[in-house]
Every structure is written in structure tokens, then in C-alpha cells.
């Protein structure tokens, strides 16, 4: 049964990968409109579950944090009391645990739900809103999402009154002081921006030529996963692979770790299109956002039209460095004139008043349903083993033991041989195919 808002609320997360992980975990922390008290994190098996060294490093704690499917998670739902759940997964996996919670929960008592998105929405708009709705609040990271995500859900006929302006929950550190010695320039990698060996030879190669330019600076490629491990998304080719034999300038460096640590020593942000950008132009540290590879919406770069943080490696090499444009960072909840510290107080507002009449929260009511998405939506349920009503299918364990040492060796194999493909037969079959 859930708790009075004024008490220290009971906070479950379910999320599907390392970052997601992150963004659900600190986002729980956030708009819990009192002192959180204890925090159940979730992680959703695939292919995405977090390693422990990416829990680590993402610097997120839990309570208590276990390994589930989906329909061990909807079983512990309706065996455990929550105050708040928030559900940090793909479009796909809100879909489906929505519809798993309503069949679960019927018309009892049940937490708040809360889901959003990771950090910048730069494709699939219109399709991962309509997946998400149905969640008590869908949270956007900034006053231009609320504005697109009101748009695409009256646009619809459904109801948008979910929609919550916020602002990305690990916005933070110590604000830049200025260059310091040595100066510091940091190239924040993605796993699947841009996708091509090409594209990511080219970039690797402007880095180093950087650092050659430059023997003074220290140079730093920061990188989000090691070989083998999986972020949100898929990396075919990770740079590690692609310094491999090649002499790099003593000043360049591949490092690891927790972005914010990385920007503490940051005197100059590039990036194709990362949320470390975001992260950075809140520290108010340069950021220079990469056309190089053209400004195209497949990049994610094209988010960051009317910045100013659109610039070139030819122009940085130079000494050029962007000056954001204020006006749209307060459009894009980068919250760099001190308004982070209220950026969650309509959130917690909207959950303590309906923590405070929980007991007469409707049931959860999605977008999608078999009347409205007969074609669409008993798929994408039985891709998670839950029939149209949101049932488990027949067959599908409500509970399972935890797995043997035996058991682990095996799906640990599973996941390595899954990675491998995506990693080293995948490409190779691609090529193949454009002889």
C-alpha cells in the first residue's frame, strides 16, 4: 500500500542498460517529493544488462539491485509495496510494462509511474511518446521536449496531461573557471554515432592529428564501454579496436570512467552529438558539437542547430571556440543560469498530490490498445511474453530460481557470443554484402 507523501517514499527502477540505469536511478532520487527512502533497482535482462563495472561507473547506488524478466519484475510488482516506480527502458519496454502492470495491478492500489528519456530526443519522436504514454508522468528534459511531446500526443487525441518539464538528472559539478595548464581537450565517443569505419577512422585520425598539433594539451578520447560490454546502444566498432597498432602521440590518452569526473579536468568538450555535451554546456565548459560529417538528423547533431556549439575540427585546430547561444540553452534544460535547483519541483509537486489520493489512481490507461493498435501492439507484447491483455502467455514462468554457477557460465557464454557477432561477424557479413 502505497505511502503518505509526506513520508519517506519506497522507490523501484527498472531499467534495461548501463545508462538507462543512470538516468532512472538519480531521476528517482530527484522527484521523490520527500527524503527517498529505500531504492529497488531492477535490471531488465538482454543484451544491454549492465556489467558491474558499468554500474560502477555510473556512480548510481541502490538499495538493493537484482537481475530480472520481465515477468519476474511484474510478479515482484505485485508482491512488493512501492510508493514510486519509474521505468527507465526503450519505447518497446514501457510499452509492454505498462500493459503488464495494468493486468497485474487491476483496479487496486498501485505507485506512481514515471518514465522519460534518457537525454536528447533526436529521432523516433512520434514513436517512442506513444510508446511511453499511459505512465502518470512522462518527463522531458526540457521546456522544447514538453512543447514537442504536448504537440505529438494532442496531435493523437491522447491525453498529454503526463507531460512534465524537468531537466536531466546528472546536470552538475563545479562550474569552469577557466584553462588551466595543461589545457585539457576531451573527445566524447559514442557507440553507434557515426556508425561507419570510415566516419569513426576519420574522427580517431583528427584527434590524434590534434594532439600532434598540440604536444602541449593533453588529449583525451573518453569512451563509454570496454570491448564485449554494451551500452544503450550497440557499438559494431569501438575505438579501442581501431587504435589497434597504430603509434599514438604521447599526450592522447583513452580513458574510461564517470563523465563528470572526466569534466572536472575539461578545458574543451568535442562531440558529434553526446548528452556530455549537455552535460558540459551546463559546467559552462567550451563545447564544440562536430559538422565535419555534415549536420544530419541520422548524427543527432542537427539538435544542436541555433547553439553555437556547431563548429569544425579545422576551425578548432585553429583556436576557435563556440560561444553557446543563452537563449537556446534555456530552451534545452541545460539550466546554466542556476534554475537547476527548481528543475524538479513540478515533478514532485505532481507525484505528492497523487501519492496523497493513491488510493483512487485510476488504472493505468496506454495510447496503444488492441482496439487502437490491432496490428501493432499484440507483437510488440509477445516480444515480451505478454499476450494482448497484458497477461503472461502460457508458459511463461511467473518465477524462476536463481540461477546455478553452471547456469551463469552459460548465459555468460551466450552474451559474449552475442556481442561477438554484433561486433566481429555482423561487419563482416555487411561488407560481403556490398562487394
Not at 340 to 347: E, K, N, R
Amino acid at each position: 500500500m502505497p505511502a503518505s507523501a509526506t513520508k519517506s517514499p519506497r522507490i523501484a527502477v527498472l531499467a534495461d542498460s548501463d545508462t538507462r540505469w543512470k538516468w532512472g536511478a538519480l531521476t528517482a532520487r530527484r522527484i521523490a517529493p520527500a527524503a527517498a527512502g529505500r531504492l529497488d533497482g531492477y535490471l531488465l535482462r538482454g543484451r544491454a544488462t549492465p556489467t558491474p563495472r558499468q554500474l560502477a561507473e555510473t556512480g548510481a547506488t541502490a538499495d538493493a539491485l537484482r537481475e530480472v524478466t520481465g515477468a519476474e519484475f511484474l510478479r515482484a510488482m505485485t508482491e512488493k509495496s512501492y510508493d514510486i516506480l519509474v521505468l527507465a527502458l526503450v519505447g518497446g519496454g514501457v510499452q509492454a510494462m505498462l500493459h503488464g502492470l495494468r493486468h497485474a495491478w487491476g483496479g487496486g492500489r498501485r505507485p506512481v509511474v514515471v518514465t522519460g528519456y534518457v537525454g536528447v530526443v533526436y529521432e523516433k519522436l512520434a514513436d517512442g511518446l506513444l510508446l511511453r504514454h499511459g505512465a502518470d508522468l512522462v518527463l522531458a528534459n526540457s521546456a522544447e521536449d514538453a512543447d514537442r511531446f504536448r504537440a505529438v500526443y494532442e496531435g493523437v487525441g491522447a491525453d498529454a496531461g503526463a507531460v512534465t518539464e524537468v531537466a536531466l538528472p546528472f546536470l552538475g559539478g563545479a562550474a569552469y573557471a577557466g584553462e588551466r595548464a595543461p589545457c585539457t581537450v576531451t573527445f566524447a565517443a559514442q557507440p553507434s554515432v557515426p556508425e561507419s569505419r570510415a566516419d569513426r577512422t576519420y574522427l580517431l585520425d583528427r584527434l590524434i592529428g590534434h594532439a600532434r598539433r598540440y604536444p602541449e594539451r593533453e588529449v583525451l578520447l573518453k569512451l563509454r564501454s570496454k570491448p564485449g560490454e554494451h551500452t544503450t546502444h550497440i557499438e559494431e566498432l569501438p575505438y579501442q579496436k581501431l587504435v589497434r597498432g597504430r603509434e599514438l602521440p604521447a599526450n592522447l590518452r583513452l580513458v574510461y570512467g564517470h563523465m563528470g569526473e572526466v569534466l572536472d579536468r575539461t578545458d574543451l568538450l568535442v562531440t558529434i552529438s553526446s548528452t556530455a555535451a549537455l552535460e558540459s554546456l551546463h559546467r559552462r565548459v567550451p563545447t564544440a558539437v562536430l559538422t565535419d560529417l555534415g549536420v544530419r538528423e541520422a548524427l543527432g547533431n542537427h539538435h544542436f542547430l541555433g547553439s553555437g556549439c556547431l563548429t569544425s575540427w579545422d576551425r578548432l585546430d585553429a583556436g576557435h571556440r563556440p560561444e553557446p547561444d543563452p537563449g537556446w540553452l534555456a530552451r534545452q534544460g541545460v539550466a546554466a543560469d542556476g534554475s537547476y535547483a527548481t528543475a524538479f519541483d513540478a515533478a514532485r509537486a505532481r507525484i505528492a498530490a497523487l501519492l496523497d489520493r493513491s488510493g483512487v489512481l485510476l488504472p493505468l490507461n496506454p495510447y496503444y490498445t488492441p482496439e487502437t493498435a490491432p496490428g501493432y501492439l499484440p507483437g510488440l507484447l509477445a516480444r515480451h511474453h505478454l499476450g494482448p491483455d497484458g497477461a503472461p502467455l502460457p508458459g511463461t514462468p511467473a518465477t524462476r530460481a536463481e540461477p546455478g554457477p553452471v547456469r551463469q557460465i552459460v548465459r555468460r557464454a551466450a552474451r559474449g557470443a552475442y556481442r561477438h557477432g554484433v561486433q566481429r561477424v555482423a561487419p563482416v557479413i555487411r561488407r560481403m554484402g556490398e562487394l
